[in-house]
């Protein structure tokens, strides 16, 4: 089972790290902070660069930390927040990944969350640090408090439609 943990762990938490970087540079395939900060104008966000970097920062943070085992509750937390607003992204296109869906965010949020709920295993920072064998509420709060973090931010971020034809239209402020 810890052979499991870990290669789940260093798996998923090493892609939700690789995607935040995609986002801020140019690394990876990415397309830089301008590229990330556009692909969030053009998803319906506002806040520009700086959503772009809080997006990429905390896919990054998330994903090194799931993948290290530490503090794995707040990192799944963390993780299955950002992948949930992925998902919100994709929602509009279905589930499925060859049509642009909501599938891949989709199996990042359920890989956090049985992280949350397992533990990282024996080989894991938690473990050298004393950390695992906590309670069974804290994966479950994390399973709750991440998503609903995540459905929260774009609610808040989220920019309005763009205005009727004729109407004058103001763009969102960065």
């Given amino acids: 089972m810890d052979t499991g943990l870990l290669v789940l762990r260093l798996v998923a938490g090493l892609l939700i790290a690789g995607h935040g970087v995609q986002k801020v540079s140019f690394r990876l395939g990415g397309n830089g902070l301008a590229g990330g900060t556009e692909e969030f ?3 319906g966000f506002r806040g520009g660069r700086l959503t772009a970097l809080a ?3 905390s ?3 998330a994903g090194v930390f799931l993948a290290a085992g530490l503090l794995t509750p707040v990192a799944a937390m963390a993780a299955m927040g950002v992948m949930t607003v992925a998902s919100t992204v994709k929602w509009r296109n279905g589930l499925w990944v060859q049509n642009d869906g909501y599938e891949y965010p989709l199996v990042l949020v359920v890989v956090s969350a049985v992280l949350a709920l397992t533990g990282p295993g024996r080989w894991s920072a938690d473990q050298v ?3 695992a064998g906590r309670p069974w509420w804290n994966g479950a709060a994390a399973i709750a408090i991440g ?3 995540g459905l929260l931010t774009r609610l808040v971020l989220r920019r309005a439609a ?3 034809e004729g ?3 103001a763009p969102a402020v960065d």
């Fill in 129 to 131: 640090l004393g950390l």
């Fill in 55 to 57: 997006a990429g920062g």
């Fill in 41 to 43: 104008r053009h998803d």
């Fill in 147 to 149: 998503p609903a973090a």
């Fill in 167 to 169: 109407a004058p239209y």
């Fill in 162 to 164: 763009p205005s009727p």
């Fill in 59 to 61: 896919q990054v943070g």
